[in-house]
């Protein structure tokens, strides 16, 4: 199975800093049809989760600029430019594209 | 408006049954994949089981729930279903229903379940 592993696991950092947390996997995440299923969700406290990027750098709808994903292969990142205080929560990554799917162990973004 | 509502949750035995639903509104339900996700207390998320959308149905299942879970839904309600028997604590979760399977973007707020004696 593919393993997905985050870094660091608790993210304490200043309001108005970039913030950084990674997401590498066991094997190549790029699927037979070209795509790479690789999304980051959020989720505040006592919350739903909520779909920030899908496909590794695809911003959803209604997401601030602020929040960028990148990478390729195994390793991706996920990219606050300026934390705010409404960006604390837990930060998960997700694997698509290796069966079974898969969740990162979760990033605790918390304001410092 | 993407709507997805959870519902049969509750307190059960270890060894007992529940079956949880999710109705869903605001999307055309028969064409999309469904997935359910379900998150311990003060733990991650854990992908648990998933359905393939319109045409032959294909379901999926996570390890840890292959053989006990049924995922099921019925196109006519809008509903997708999760069968759960045998059941274990470790089981014991909030169990969220999610629009997509590699690509999912929708939640609902999910519906607790516990088991214990």
């Known amino acids: 199975d593919v393993v997905v592993t985050q870094s660091p696991l608790s993210l304490p950092v200043t309001l108005g800093q970039p913030a950084s947390i990674s997401c590498r996997s066991s094997?190549?995440?790029?699927?037979?049809?070209?795509?790479?299923?690789l999304n980051w969700f959020q989720q505040r406290p006592g919350q739903s989760p909520r779909r920030l990027i899908y496909k590794v750098s695809n911003r959803d709808s209604g997401v601030p600029d602020r929040f960028s994903g990148s990478g390729s292969g195994t390793d991706f990142t996920l990219k606050i430019s300026r934390v705010e205080a409404e960006d604390v929560g837990v930060y998960y990554c997700?694997?698509?594209?290796?069966?079974?799917?898969?969740f990162g162990q979760g990033t605790k973004l918390e304001i410092k | 408006e993407v709507q997805l509502l959870e519902s049969g949750g509750g307190l059960v035995q270890p060894g007992g049954s529940l079956r949880l639903s999710c109705a869903a509104s605001?999307?055309?339900?028969?064409?999309?994949?469904m997935t359910w996700v379900r998150q311990a207390p003060g733990r991650g998320l854990e992908w648990v089981s998933g359905s393939s959308g319109s045409g032959s149905v294909t379901t999926y299942y996570a390890d840890s729930v292959k053989g006990r879970f049924t995922i099921s839904r019925d196109n006519s309600k809008n509903t997708l279903y999760l069968q759960m028997n045998s059941l274990r604590a470790e089981d014991t979760a909030v169990y969220y229903c999610a629009k997509g399977l590699v690509l999912i973007d929708d939640w609902g707020q999910g519906t607790l379940v516990t088991v214990s004696s």
């Open positions: 997700m694997q698509g594209t290796h069966w079974p799917y898969g």
């Open positions: 094997q190549s995440l790029v699927y037979s049809d070209g795509n790479t299923y």
């Open positions: 605001g999307f055309s339900f028969s064409t999309y994949a």
